[in-house]
């Protein structure tokens, strides 16, 4: 067995030329590691930072919004030629937008969220030593390190960052005279955006290798956690889709600088400058972009839901109800996801029949995501519930899904999207369906892993805290939103002080920006816990939790290839909680069926006939036992 | 010691609320001297708009944090020593899960009852109607669920809340029930499917039945950032444009000289319509994409460079009877942009006045038409110069 | 012979398949881009109204006679035949340097001689660039993997190695030939 654990050397020499691989110097250990721990780790910590700035960048849009025409000295101080007088520029209001949702969607929610859970948890929940290739998977970690600083950098260069919206729609990305933030800012955003997909491809292309090829004895894939089926999904659906998007971006990088007219055509600028592009078309960049962006949502909210379903399972003390009907879903809303995308266009002039084609897919896709939502209230029906701050936020998320996920049936429906489309009812939709649902499972995956990643406890009451802070928050900030957009609000403008029907909103602004103040405040109890605990908090147990998955059978520390001597093998699925006739209220995967006869049930042996015959015969024996008693 | 670490929490406890106080009369305190320098001199800050205030509020609130934290700690601590349970914080989340749920839904029924009286009044459109029928049965189908499902989830924490004594109920699946819970939201999302398909197709097929009078066409331009608008003259026909024409006096590119249809196309500052016409608005972009939406009328419909579309409605309520039901004498509708277009996105608007068909036609005579002298000036220079040269050629030979 | 089966399994079978899974991204990617031209073509119904230059016949030739002849170096690896392999590999690089000369004689010199341009207010025209270079690209870093593969065969490599460097650029560099083709075919098709 010794070869099995030397091979992990072998591994990680691999791809040549690291000749100082067999003791860890700092660098190696810590900077480019090729351990997929250290690097779910190096995501985690560069996600949460990239999600701390771009949550200020929100409080700074939404200062604007709540007081349009108060001046903020500080404002001028911190932010200098973008907020002259202590005001924001109506630009770099809409750069703010931009760079938010683009640093929340892709490096918070996609790399953020995907890149810490599916490198921590594919290796350990099916039995790896490590990814398929270690070494591309460091790669996919500095190329988004790298993207990351770009993006950021682009709030150095004069004209200030790309500010056409996270969805650069051309013409407005694509001309540089059109608006400042399509100057260098948008060649920034391009060039991170490129890095970012390669990060992003190398991840989906490990995971999906390594959770095919590379699960342990036992471990078939009708054994493996939900987690790992969210993650498996949510890497398919990156594969697909992040190349369009690639090649979206491909011809817009073309038609900025080489003067082609993909997206471009019969263009006036400034009233009188009549540009040479003739022919293009904008909307094919929308279905370019969109083909991704939409599966992308997805690739959000998936590995929230395995997250969630699994953190569910433990602290409810039962099995995921449905565990099958979940994986359908999943497997339902991934092939789904492909033909929806459409439902973007509505109202772009696109042909009505595809529009109401569109709208038929997209209903369709409501169907799955019901049957998760009902799986997961029976999951919690009569159960034994332990309010950990994890399962406080995978609760926190079914709540979101459900409130946003039930607006997202009004604009899919064409009809409604028109009076709905842009407007802020869409702000408050998808910021609760993908985005507080995705960031709740998130930080659920974060308290529930934290004794893996970093072998301590995190704060429990410090936790709590930071759940109905920022639950109640979340809901305080979006709720109200839905009304602003029945009113017609349309999303994206720097103030409503020019419009004499919006002006009555100002109040409920000033309302949604301190709660929102009052939630980003909550967040610094997660970064202090957080931070203490990696370094002050109470030593973590092997299985804190109680739970079945085998990453917990693997020892707190961390070694290389995950298990001393070989790993283990999987005997039964990852939810046998609360097994009547157990001893224990759990029953890990890895132990075999043969220890545990007296909870075993004749639905265990479904696909194994002789350990039918054996658990008949073994039935049979007790009851004889129990009569002659 | 339980005594003791009482007493001290006490003293915590009123140390932290003199804090609270104090922090809460700062406040109030400034918010007067606030205000007027916001209104007055904005250049000398008032101590509540500086930083300093902020983050020493703010470390205040996490020194009490913290003493709270510790307090519970010394409380567990003493609870355990006297032999007693500490605090069962499984039975604390979920009491405060249920009063979530509560408050919650108070809040959530407040919201409907307060900022819902705000949102727009119903339909002022033909189309209209249909879609605030299908909006109202969604959201009454999709509240149904919202509330059914909210309390379901948080009584369930409530009731299922850790007991150590208790074990849950093993429980992996049940196929009739799953079976159920797909094919019900199937069925409700089906007939909204259908309902939904048949008013999309309703609203977007825009070809003039026979015998109906055909729709007054008006021509809707977004550019960086206002809209440009043009109306048929007597003829009712809208000449051909040509974006290589655009310039500082022909701002639409009317090709004055390709097609006589341009001669009397008009330009206005309000959109004015009749009531109760079928109007097609032709929707046009010069630079980038912006998107006509008029709320009222239930209008959406993108605006692009290169690709021209249109919308049809029927406006059914006059500016004036809006403004009566709304009990607003200053309302109008307004048509505004709502695709991120630029720096000034956020007001690129116009008056949209819907009045009956005689002041239509009244105001329609007293507008301008786009071939202004200046055009007229253009147009015979670019007609003579030809001329001129054939008669110095003739000159010549 | 167990331990190298062992290794194989845990080793390189997934990175083989990282390969696989790789290529097929790079299949969406193109894919991606003909279903652009697809619905700007069919969108405006301005096709490209050209006829594509015979060199582009030549070109995929080359790249045929490159595929077979990786082909021939697989199996002289797998036949332990390490000159040969190396001999083939060489001539592979060597075709695949000809036809990236041959693909940048036609968008440099031919291309614009036609007076099809790649700034163009007929963008399908600017499509056929846009396939051009971006395989090209391909054909770079499949050039380079070759030669990373034929600088690995000269140093003392155990064979399990030396056969999986093989497959993995095998793998690549068939799959950069049938883009090609794919692409030539799509280009044919749509010429008017």
């Known amino acids: 067995m010794s070869t099995l654990a030397v091979h992990d050397h072998e591994v990680a020499h691999h791809d040549e030329d690291h000749g100082h691989h067999h003791h860890d110097t700092f660098l190696s250990k810590y900077i480019f590691s090729q351990d997929h721990k250290m690097i779910a780790k190096q995501f985690l910590v560069t996600g949460i930072t990239m999600a701390v700035i771009a949550m200020i960048l929100s409080i700074l849009f939404r200062i604007q919004l709540a007081y349009p025409d108060k001046a903020f000295p500080l404002l001028e101080t911190l932010l200098g030629r973008f907020a002259p007088g202590g005001r924001l520029d109506a630009n770099f209001y809409l750069a703010l937008v931009t760079i938010h949702g683009t640093i929340m969607v892709f490096f918070v929610l996609t790399a953020g969220l995907s890149g810490t859970f599916s490198n921590l948890l594919i290796p350990l929940q099916v039995g790896a030593r490590d990814m398929a290739s270690p070494f591309m998977n460091m790669l996919s970690y500095w190329f988004f390190f790298l993207a990351s600083v770009i993006m950021l950098s682009s709030f150095l260069v004069q004209k200030g960052p790309a500010s056409g919206g996270w969805t650069i729609y051309p013409p407005l990305s694509a001309m540089p005279k059109a608006m400042p933030g399509s100057e260098m800012g948008m060649t920034l955003w391009l060039i991170s955006m490129v890095l970012f997909i390669a990060s992003s491809l190398m991840g989906a292309i490990n995971y999906v290798s390594t959770v095919l090829n590379m699960r342990t004895k036992g471990m078939d894939l009708w054994k493996m956690p939900l987690t790992i089926w969210a993650f498996f999904l949510t890497a398919i659906l990156g594969i697909l889709a992040f190349p369009v998007l690639v090649a979206g971006v491909v011809l817009l990088i073309f038609d900025r600088s080489f003067g082609t007219s993909f997206y471009l055509s019969e263009i006036v600028l400034g009233g009188s400058s009549v540009q040479p592009f003739e022919g293009g078309s904008p909307i094919l960049f929308q279905h370019l972009f969109w083909f991704l962006g939409h599966p992308e949502v997805y690739i959000v909210i998936m590995p929230a839901m395995g997250i969630s379903s699994e953190v569910m399972s433990v602290n409810s003390r039962k099995p995921i109800f449905g565990y099958h009907a979940m994986v359908y879903s999943l497997i339902g809303i991934t092939v789904l996801s492909f033909i929806v995308w459409g439902h973007h266009m509505f109202v772009t002039g696109m042909n009505p029949f595809l529009g109401g084609v569109f709208m038929i897919t997209t209903l369709i896709i409501a169907v799955p995501s019901a049957v998760k939502t009902f799986n997961w209230l029976a999951t919690l029906w009569r159960g034994n519930i332990r309010f950990s701050a994890a399962m406080l936020f995978a609760i926190g998320m079914v709540s979101f899904f459900i409130s946003g996920g039930l607006t997202g049936i009004f604009l899919g429906n064409a009809t409604l999207d028109i009076n709905l489309h842009d407007t802020y009812f869409v702000v408050a939709h998808f910021h609760l369906v993908m985005g507080s649902a995705a960031i709740f499972g998130m930080l659920a995956g974060v308290y529930h892993w934290f004794p893996k990643m970093y072998g301590r406890m995190m704060n429990e009451r410090l936790g709590y805290l930071h759940f109905w802070i920022t639950f109640i928050g979340a809901y305080l900030v979006f709720f109200p939103m839905h009304f602003m957009g029945l009113d017609g609000v349309p999303r994206r403008y720097y103030a409503f002080t020019e419009f004499e029907s919006m002006k009555r909103w100002l109040s409920v602004n000033t309302f949604v920006t301190w709660a929102a103040i009052m939630a980003a405040v909550a967040q610094f109890a997660f970064l202090f816990n957080f931070i203490y605990s990696i370094f002050w908090g109470k030593k973590a147990t092997q299985n804190p939790w109680e739970a079945n998955t085998m990453e917990w059978t693997a020892p707190v520390e961390h070694i290389h290839g995950n298990w001393p001597g070989e790993i283990p093998t999987v005997y039964r699925w990852p939810y046998d909680y609360s097994k009547p006739g157990a001893d224990e209220d759990y029953i890990p995967q890895t132990v075999p069926l043969s220890q545990t006869m007296s909870s075993n049930l004749p639905h265990d042996f479904e696909d194994n006939p002789a350990g039918l015959e054996a658990y008949a015969k073994w039935a049979e024996a007790q009851k004889k036992s129990d009569e002659v008693k | 010691m339980g005594f003791k670490s009482l007493i001290s929490s006490k003293k915590m406890l009123s140390l932290v609320a003199a804090f609270l106080l104090l922090g809460t009369n700062l406040l109030m305190a400034q918010e007067a001297p606030a205000a007027a320098a916001a209104t007055g001199d904005a250049a000398t800050p008032s101590v509540w708009l500086g930083p300093a205030y902020y983050i020493l509020l703010f470390a205040v609130v996490c020194f009490a944090i913290g003493i709270v934290g510790k307090i519970l700690r010394v409380y567990d601590l003493s609870q355990q020593i006297q032999g007693k349970k500490p605090i069962n914080w499984h039975n604390v989340m979920g009491v405060l899960c249920l009063i979530f749920l509560v408050a919650g839904m108070y809040g959530a029924y407040w919201s409907f009852t307060v900022h819902g009286s705000m949102i727009l009044p119903g339909a002022a459109s033909v189309h209209g109607k249909k879609i605030d029928q299908m909006f109202w049965t969604t959201t009454v189908l999709t509240m149904i669920v919202f509330v059914i499902t909210q309390i379901l989830l948080f009584t369930f924490l409530f009731r299922y809340r850790y007991n150590a004594k208790r074990r849950a109920h093993f429980l992996p699946h049940d196929n009739t029930i799953e079976k159920v819970w797909t094919i019900a939201p199937a069925i409700v999302l089906t007939i909204l499917v259908i309902f939904g398909f048949f008013t999309w197709q309703q609203i977007t097929n825009t070809v003039d039945a026979k015998g109906e009078t055909a729709s007054i066409d008006v021509d809707i331009t977004g550019h960086q950032f206002a809209w440009e608008l043009r109306y048929p003259g007597t003829d009712g026909k809208l000449g051909k444009t040509n974006y290589k024409l655009v310039t500082g006096t022909n701002k639409l590119g009317l090709d004055f000289a390709v097609d006589k249809n341009t001669y009397d196309d008009l330009q206005a500052d309000t959109m004015v319509l009749p009531v109760n016409k079928s109007i097609r608005l032709n929707i046009h972009a010069q630079d980038v994409i912006h998107s006509v939406y008029m709320p009222h009328f239930r209008v959406q419909l993108n605006a692009v460079p290169g690709l021209p579309t249109y919308f049809k409605f029927t406006p059914t309520v006059t500016t004036a009877e809006m403004r009566r039901q709304e009990g607003d004498p200053t309302f109008e509708y307004l048509v505004y942009c709502n695709k991120i277009c630029g720096g000034a996105h956020y007001n690129m608007k116009k008056v949209v006045r819907i009045v009956s068909e005689a002041e239509y036609q009244a105001w329609l005579a007293t507008q301008k038409p786009y071939m202004t002298d200046q055009v007229k000036k253009d147009l015979k220079f670019a007609e003579t110069k030809p001329a001129a040269k054939e008669n110095r050629l003739a000159l010549n030979n | ?192």
Not at chain 3, 86 to 102: C, D, H, M, S, Y
Not at chain 3, 152 to 176: D, T
């Open chain 3, 1 to 192: 012979m167990a331990k190298i089966e062992q290794e194989d399994k845990y080793q390189f079978a997934p990175k083989k398949f990282n390969m696989w899974v790789f290529v097929f991204t790079s299949f969406m990617f193109f894919a991606a881009l003909t279903s652009g031209f697809i619905v700007y073509a069919g969108g405006h119904g301005t096709g490209m109204d050209m006829k594509l230059p015979a060199i582009f016949t030549y070109s995929t030739v080359v790249i045929v006679l490159s595929s077979i002849s990786m082909f021939m170096a697989s199996r002289a690896a797998r036949q332990v035949q390490l000159g040969q392999q190396r001999l083939f590999l060489i001539i592979t690089i060597a075709l695949g340097v000809a036809f990236f000369a041959l693909q940048t004689y036609a968008w440099l010199i031919l291309l614009p001689g036609m007076g099809v341009y790649f700034s163009n207010p007929n963008a399908s025209q600017s499509f056929v660039y846009v396939f051009i270079w971006m395989h090209l690209l391909h054909i770079l870093a499949g050039v380079l993997l070759l030669a990373n593969t034929l600088w690995g065969s000269y140093k003392e490599r155990p064979q399990a190695k030396n056969l999986f460097g093989m497959q993995m650029s095998s793998i690549f560099w068939h799959f950069v030939d049938i883009i090609w083709i794919y692409l030539y075919v799509f280009l044919l098709l749509n010429q008017y």
